[in-house]
């Protein structure tokens, strides 16, 4: 069963920078595309980046490019989010989701509140 | 990078049927043949529900459907039942993006 766990949501001020987790099990890790994907409270989901199998090819939304960074530990079988500068506009409930074209397993969520 | 287009919200009753629309352009929907359905309940993450514009994971009833018609995706959910009012939002591979519809907030009254 796959299984996609976030940590490291937390309220920071704005400017701020907060790294996001996610545990993943149940697949091979390196096989597949891994992805963040973000809700606002009260809003839709936006797409915020996407990290290859290979963890060669990284994309990213135009709203946080150079300022977030995705990355993945193959070793620990966790992925990252790197979310520096941060604004107002960045507070949501952030989603590791598995797989790009098709994202057929979800994390719980992780809350990050970007306020002063 | 535009969000796709999709009605704020629809109604049906049960045992009806009803279709969302999700309009992009020729660089997205009508580009590629990777729209997807989610369907997300109050508090819950999302479900996938229709991948690859008309595939159904296993588990999915179905009763949901997906089709394409050049940069209009549609889901349309036959014999509607209590349980599926929901949230509902489509999504498109767009080359080096991904890009969401804005939501669906359908009611089964």
């Known amino acids: 069963e796959v299984q996609l766990v976030e940590s490291g949501g937390a309220s920071v001020q704005p400017g701020g920078s907060l790294r996001l987790s996610c545990a993943a099990s149940g697949f091979t890790f390196s096989s597949y595309a891994l992805t963040w994907v973000r809700q606002a409270p009260g809003k839709g989901l936006e797409w915020v980046s996407t990290?290859?199998?290979?963890?060669?090819?990284?994309y990213y939304a135009d709203s946080v490019k150079g300022r977030f960074t995705i990355s993945g530990d193959i070793s620990k079988n966790t992925l990252y989010l790197q979310m520096n500068s941060l604004r107002a506009e960045d507070t949501a409930v952030y989603y590791c989701?598995?797989?790009?074209?098709?994202?057929?397993?979800w994390g719980q969520g992780t809350l990050v509140t970007v306020s002063s | 990078q535009s969000a796709l287009t999709q009605p704020r919200s629809v109604s049906g009753s049960p045992g009806q049927s009803v279709t969302i629309s999700c309009t992009g352009t020729?660089?997205?929907?009508?580009?590629?043949?990777?729209v997807s359905w989610y369907q997300q309940h109050p508090g819950k993450a999302p479900k996938l529900m229709i991948y690859g514009v008309d595939k159904r994971p296993s588990g999915v009833p179905d009763r949901f459907s997906g089709s394409k018609s050049g940069n209009t995706a549609s889901l349309t959910i036959s014999g509607l039942q209590a349980e599926d009012e929901a949230d509902y939002y489509c999504c498109s591979y767009a080359g080096s993006h991904v890009v969401f519809g804005g939501g669906t907030m359908l009611t089964v009254v």
């Open positions: 989701v598995k797989g790009l074209v098709k994202f057929d397993s």
């Open positions: 020729t660089s997205d929907v009508g580009g590629y043949n990777y």
């Open positions: 990290i290859g199998g290979s963890g060669g090819t990284t």
